[in-house]
């Protein structure tokens, strides 16, 4: 057998094995994971708190007594978690059922609008786990709502639902306080009374609208009455101011009749009792006297008898 010592062969490198691919992309397998190990390195040692949250530290079970903001931010890798808490108004429902002062049961849905401060994030994440409705809220709200309807009658939570409303938001808030929790609104939705109640009610309703137009009919009847009275009484006090006037001023007639004459030349120039003048046209005359003529009417001249001789 010929050995070549002194010709060179491409794959001749050192450290190349050709007939070993393994150990060929070990070197490629290493740089790899070595990227990934740096990325779950730095992906375990920040975080991202998201608008309307604060993030709250966990550290081998032991809770950071300060949340944190939003934004990002660094952690102690493996070890520490930043668990998400929302500050954003929530709103939760649930059904209730609560009695009257006359013993009638009304079921309701209540609504619940609360919201988490952020001054206290830590406390409710180690009190109750980051969820405080079902074990804070919820009891109180239909403690509240009982405690209202309580000392109203049916009808009243009926017809009254804004006042019972206000005032379930003031126990509401009252019971659990404003330290913890920020108790926004409560609504009621859907109020039912049992059948026969509500038909009750209705009719007794009915009845009252009733009344009330009686009422206002009654009151527009009057009202039109004093009305008409108050009219004619002006009406006869400007009737005597106005004949009152022409007796203590007789010129004013002489006045308005100059003033509607026509340009006929009067017939009739009398005197009354007070020594006013009254003037009348013939046009006027024959106007009022249709029937009669004899103002008209030619008179004949007197025969004159004639003297025997």
């Not at 009243?156 to 005032?167: A, N, P, T």
Request: positive net charge.
């Amino acid at each position: 057998m010929k050995s070549y010592p002194n010709k060179s062969y491409p794959n001749s490198r050192p450290g190349y094995d050709g007939d070993n691919p393994a150990r060929a992309l070990a070197l490629p397998a290493g740089i790899g994971l070595l990227v990934f190990s740096i990325l779950i390195l730095m992906s375990s040692g920040t975080y991202v708190v998201q608008p309307g949250f604060r993030g709250v530290e966990v550290t081998l079970g032991k809770v950071s007594p300060e949340f944190k903001p939003e934004g990002f931010g660094f952690k102690t890798p493996f070890v520490t978690e930043v668990r998400p808490m929302s500050i954003r108004q929530r709103s939760r429902s649930m059904p209730a059922e609560c009695y009257s002062s006359d013993l009638q049961q009304v079921k309701t849905e209540l609504y619940v609008l609360y919201r988490i401060p952020e001054r206290s994030v830590v406390a409710i994440f180690k009190e109750y786990a980051g969820e405080p409705f079902d074990s804070l809220v919820a009891p109180r709200a239909l403690e509240a709502l009982k405690e209202v309807a309580a000392g109203q009658s049916a009808e009243q939570i009926v017809k009254q639902r804004e006042e019972i409303k206000q005032r379930t938001l003031e126990v509401v808030r009252r019971k659990v306080g404003t330290n913890l929790i920020e108790i926004v609104d409560v609504v009621l939705y859907n109020i039912t009374l049992s059948p026969e109640l509500e038909q009750a009610i209705e009719m007794k309703m009915v009845q009252e609208q009733e009344a009330e137009k009686a009422k206002f009919l009654q009151l527009k009847a009057q009202i039109e009455a004093e009305t008409a009275i108050i009219r004619a009484t002006g009406e006869a006090d400007a009737i005597q101011a106005r004949g009152k006037a022409l007796r203590d001023n007789p010129d004013f007639i002489r006045l308005q009749i100059i003033q509607n004459w026509n340009g006929h030349s009067p017939l009739v120039v009398g005197s009354g009792g007070s020594g006013s003048g009254l003037m009348l046209s013939l046009g006027d005359l024959q106007r009022d006297n249709p029937g009669s003529n004899r103002l008209s009417r030619p008179v004949p001249p007197a025969r004159i008898p004639a003297r025997r001789p």
